[in-house]
Nanobody, 125 residues
């Protein structure tokens, strides 16, 4: 059984910072990439950031570029999303995702075969 377990969400004021984590547990799993998506009420799930596991290449949505940083810890099989300069528009449930096959598309939800349960991030104005 493979699980992605997110943690670190919460309430923060606009302009503040927050870090969310995603730990992959269960049987040893080769992964091509891990990513963060988010979904605000009434909106579709959208891509936030991804990291290619082999070499650490990173990818960001334009809306978070320069404010968010994705990173990984190979030994802990964990991926992090450090968020700075948070805005009320960043309020959403943040989901961690992983895929176990090669793809050159990082922003498509359909390209990931494992998902976490989500963690709420709320940014107050």
């Amino acid at each position: 059984q493979v699980q992605l377990v997110e943690s670190g969400g919460g309430l923060v004021q606009a302009g503040g910072s927050l870090r969310v984590s995603c730990a992959l547990s269960g049987r040893t799993l080769w992964r091509h990439a891990m990513a963060w998506f988010r979904q605000a009420p009434g909106k579709e799930r959208e891509f936030v950031s991804a990291i290619r596991w082999s070499d650490g290449s990173t990818y960001y949505a334009d809306s978070v570029k320069g404010r968010f940083t994705i990173s990984k810890d190979n030994a802990k099989s964990t991926v992090y999303l450090q968020m700075y300069s948070l805005e009320p528009e960043d309020t959403a449930v943040y989901y961690c995702a992983a895929r176990t096959y090669y793809s050159d598309s990082y922003a498509d939800t359909a390209r990931y075969n494992y998902w976490g349960q989500g963690t709420q991030v709320t940014v107050s104005s």
